[in-house]
């Protein structure tokens, strides 16, 4: 699902984990799995989607 960064920060991601075993929040353009769908442009607004599931269908 493509979404802004700042949005995508309220969606919980299944790789990051408290030392409890609680899941944590997407980091956004912080995690190396980040993709925009726009590369020349990644700004704070831009959309982009979590890379680890593929690309969604409107990605591109």
Known sequence: ??????EA???YCPFLKTSDDKMRFCVGAQCMMWRYKHPQR???GDEGYC???G???GAM
């Open 9 to 11: 920060k309220f969606r």
């Open 55 to 57: 690309k969604p269908a």
């Open 51 to 53: 890379g680890l599931a």
């Open 1 to 6: 699902m493509l979404m802004p960064q700042n």
């Open 42 to 44: 990644n700004g704070e």
